[in-house]
């Protein structure tokens, strides 16, 4: 392995891309030396649980718990998920636009480490592996997952550090390094098209090596990989791709009914769930968790001060027979016409705020534990609904959408709206559907759509003023953080 150091850079590369020692600190202790990682392909197992386990643990601070701190994040930055009170101020600065684009910020060097950090542990398996003893069926599930993870970590960085793909353009606007070896130095940032072609590159390479068999959720299969690529193709505007992948995807997934709908969000057993992570109950985080700040019930300060609520706009959109309707509150400062089930969850002294959720459901007040949800069948239907309209297959898209709002609504009347009205009913049923889960700042960037919080509940002393930003300002970009100037003498930050 690579190893150039200056005095200057020494530490800060450790901090971003790190070396191969600090690339399997997830693995647990108790597991296998790290001498012995690729020896075997039981052992090269241990290390790419080390990368499950890095998208639930606590990373800097509390409000750095893995991958459900980021979906958080991503939420706050819209216009869905609402703060209803400045609590112990966690995500107060995210959701006024001021943490992503300030390079000291504690939570950008999270973000960025934190998957590099996860494309780091998936090259060391990638270059390795082959060389293990074991069946060759496992070599494969190994490679394949890693491949996946590289593909989505680069997918996730792009995303939120570079401008928006733009279809059709020829994307060569900074985009992020890419990274394809173990190596402890910087690089310079690729183009967004030539990130775009790697991750391509890998997805496609992971779904080759990947089979519908799994130990557990949490873990990548052939759907997951599929389900990624769905993802990817519908931000570059590859309709029939995104359609495509997004059905094999959900092929063996089920719609939850009524009743899994209230159950909290929070099980990975759920049939409609195709990736998430499965956090045991003696793997407690406490305040650094998913459901620490965004579950009805959990008694941290930012819950009780803060219970995330719902705009009520799109709120307002939700038919009164959507079995959807119930996961929120509008009547929650209400004590006579409060959903008597807040009551239950909640102590005394939790906030009542209207329109509060009660979707993300934590293990107990006094538990934050609750599994995190990465991918849905539902997702994957809305996505090759959207990819089918966007492509101009209005009867094709419809009847998707058609077949997902019945189940969501069981007097939901068949849609009769073509073109861009169909594709408006398709992203509100995406915006209800995935409400909370990570999703918003990505499709606002996406379709290279406007931040409006107006006219709805957000609260001005939360927001700080914040209701609008136009479409495709510089602060759509998320600001590279300085340890990563000052270590890498060939990084560019984006324009402030």
Same mark, same amino acid.
């Given at each position: 392995?690579?190893?150039?150091?200056?005095?200057?850079?020494?530490?800060?590369?450790?901090?971003?891309?790190?070396?191969?020692?600090?690339?399997?600190?997830?693995?647990?202790?108790?597991?296998?030396?790290?001498?012995?990682?690729?020896?075997?392909?039981?052992?090269?197992?241990?290390?790419?649980?080390?990368?499950?386990?890095?998208?639930?643990?606590?990373?800097?601070?509390?409000?750095?718990?893995?991958?459900?701190?980021?979906?958080?994040?991503?939420?706050?930055?819209?216009?869905?998920?609402?703060?209803?009170?400045?609590?112990?101020?966690?995500?107060?600065?995210?959701?006024?636009?001021?943490?992503?684009?300030?390079?000291?910020?504690?939570?950008?060097?999270?973000?960025?480490?934190?998957?590099?950090?996860?494309?780091?542990?998936?090259?060391?398996?990638?270059?390795?592996?082959?060389?293990?003893?074991?069946?060759?069926?496992?070599?494969?599930?190994?490679?394949?997952?890693?491949?996946?993870?590289?593909?989505?970590?680069?997918?996730?960085?792009?995303?939120?550090?570079?401008?928006?793909?733009?279809?059709?353009?020829?994307?060569?606007?900074?985009?992020?390094?890419?990274?394809?070896?173990?190596?402890?130095?910087?690089?310079?940032?690729?183009?967004?098209?030539?990130?775009? $072609?790697?991750?391509? @590159?890998?997805? /496609?390479?992971? *779904?080759?090596? !990947?089979?519908? =068999?799994?130990? #557990? &959720?949490?873990?990548?299969?052939?759907?997951?990989?599929?389900?990624?690529?769905?993802?990817?193709?519908?931000?570059?505007?590859?309709?029939?791709?995104?359609?495509?992948?997004?059905?094999?995807?959900?092929?063996?997934?089920?719609?939850?009914?009524?009743?899994?709908?209230?159950?909290?969000?929070?099980?990975?057993?759920?049939?409609?769930?195709?990736?998430?992570?499965?956090?045991?109950?003696?793997?407690?985080?406490?305040?650094?968790?998913?459901?620490?700040?965004?579950?009805?019930?959990?008694?941290?300060?930012?819950?009780?001060?803060?219970?995330?609520?719902?705009?009520?706009?799109?709120?307002?959109?939700?038919?009164?027979?959507?079995?959807?309707?119930?996961?929120?509150?509008?009547? $929650?400062?209400?004590? @006579?016409?409060? /959903?008597?089930? *807040?009551?239950? !969850?909640?102590? =005394?002294?939790? #906030? &009542?705020?209207?329109?509060?959720?009660?979707?993300?459901?934590?293990?107990?007040?006094?538990?934050?534990?609750?599994?995190?949800?990465?991918?849905?069948?539902?997702?994957?239907?809305?996505?090759?609904?959207?990819?089918?309209?966007?492509?101009?297959?209005?009867?094709?898209?419809?009847?998707?959408?058609?077949?997902?709002?019945?189940?969501?609504?069981?007097?939901?009347?068949?849609?009769?709206?073509?073109?861009?009205?169909?594709?408006?009913?398709?992203?509100?049923?995406?915006?209800?559907?995935?409400?909370?889960?990570?999703?918003?700042?990505?499709?606002?960037?996406?379709?290279?759509?406007?931040?409006?919080?107006?006219?709805?509940?957000?609260?001005?002393?939360?927001?700080?003023?914040?209701?609008?930003?136009? @479409?495709?300002?510089?602060?759509?970009?998320?600001?590279?953080?300085?340890?990563?100037?000052?270590?890498?003498?060939?990084?560019?930050?984006?324009?402030?």
């Amino acid at each position: 392995m690579k190893k150039i150091w200056n005095k200057i850079a020494a530490l800060a590369l450790l901090l971003s891309f790190g070396c191969a020692e600090d690339y399997l600190d997830t693995v647990p202790t108790d597991a296998v030396s790290e001498s012995l990682v690729f020896t075997t392909t039981q052992n090269a197992m241990s290390a790419l649980n080390g990368i499950h386990r890095s998208l639930y643990i606590r990373w800097d601070s509390q409000g750095q718990p893995g991958e459900g701190g980021v979906m958080i994040m991503r939420e706050v930055l819209g216009e869905d998920v609402v703060m209803t009170g400045l609590a112990n101020n966690w995500f107060v600065s995210t959701t006024r636009w001021l943490t992503h684009r300030n390079e000291n910020a504690g939570d950008v060097r999270f973000v960025w480490r934190y998957y590099y950090r996860v494309i780091g542990n998936a090259n060391l398996l990638i270059a390795n592996i082959d060389n293990a003893e074991g069946p060759q069926a496992e070599k494969d599930e190994i490679k394949g997952q890693a491949l996946a993870y590289r593909a989505w970590a680069h997918f996730n960085l792009v995303q939120l550090f570079a401008e928006r793909y733009q279809a059709g353009g020829g994307n060569s606007q900074l985009g992020v390094p890419i990274v394809l070896e173990p190596i402890t130095e910087g690089g310079a940032r690729n183009t967004v098209e030539e990130v775009y $072609a790697q991750v391509n @590159a890998d997805i /496609d390479a992971a *779904i080759a090596l !990947l089979e519908k =068999s799994r130990n #557990a &959720k949490s873990h990548l299969n052939i759907d997951v990989a599929k389900g990624i690529k769905a993802r990817i193709a519908l931000t570059q505007g590859n309709w029939n791709v995104a359609a495509s992948f997004a059905k094999q995807a959900r092929e063996d997934y089920s719609l939850m009914d009524e009743v899994q709908m209230y159950e909290g969000f929070n099980n990975v057993d759920n049939p409609e769930w195709i990736w998430g992570s499965r956090q045991i109950d003696d793997q407690q985080t406490f305040f650094a968790s998913f459901f620490a700040y965004m579950s009805l019930n959990f008694s941290s300060t930012n819950i009780r001060g803060n219970p995330k609520a719902i705009n009520k706009l799109l709120y307002d959109k939700i038919t009164e027979t959507d079995i959807r309707k119930n996961l929120w509150d509008p009547n $929650a400062s209400k004590p @006579a016409l409060r /959903d008597p089930f *807040i009551d239950q !969850l909640t102590l =005394s002294n939790f #906030a &009542k705020r209207d329109y509060m959720n009660r979707k993300f459901i934590a293990q107990g007040n006094a538990s934050s534990v609750g599994d995190v949800p990465y991918m849905r069948a539902s997702e994957m239907i809305l996505i090759e609904a959207e990819a089918l309209a966007r492509a101009g297959n209005d009867a094709e898209a419809a009847a998707v959408l058609n077949a997902f709002a019945s189940q969501r609504d069981p007097e939901y009347t068949a849609t009769s709206n073509t073109g861009a009205a169909l594709i408006e009913e398709i992203m509100t049923q995406r915006r209800i559907e995935l409400w909370g889960e990570g999703f918003r700042f990505y499709d606002l960037k996406r379709l290279d759509l406007p931040l409006d919080r107006t006219g709805s509940n957000h609260v001005d002393q939360v927001v700080s003023g914040k209701f609008t930003e136009p @479409a495709g300002t510089l602060n759509w970009q998320w600001q590279i953080p300085i340890d990563e100037l000052n270590a890498n003498d060939l990084m560019v930050q984006n324009p402030s």
